[in-house]
């Protein structure tokens, strides 16, 4: 396994240890960085008016496109590395 998918994993267990919910903004990172490092660039059709939240989930891993998994990866350490003060 790369060190980068072990420090991957490490951080989507520390992001669960944090005492305070972070931003929604810190939150749409941290869900787009995730879905792009696990799955690879946004797919499906996006959420209509009415769902906010599934829409700006939808185009926060959509502005991620073309990012390669390892960076995505990358980020989302870094992202949950500075939201617990490291």
Do not use: C
Request: proline share 2%; net charge neutral.
């Amino acid at each position: 396994m790369s060190d980068t998918k072990t420090a991957f994993e490490q951080a989507q267990k520390d992001v669960k240890t944090l005492t305070e919910r972070p931003s929604n903004d810190d939150l749409l990172t941290l869900y787009a960085h995730f879905k792009q490092g696990t799955d690879g660039d946004v797919s499906g059709k996006r959420p209509g008016m009415l769902d906010m939240v599934g829409r700006a989930k939808y185009d926060a891993w959509a502005g991620l496109k073309g990012m390669s998994s390892e960076d995505a990866m990358q980020k989302y350490i870094a992202k949950v590395n500075e939201l617990l003060g490291r």
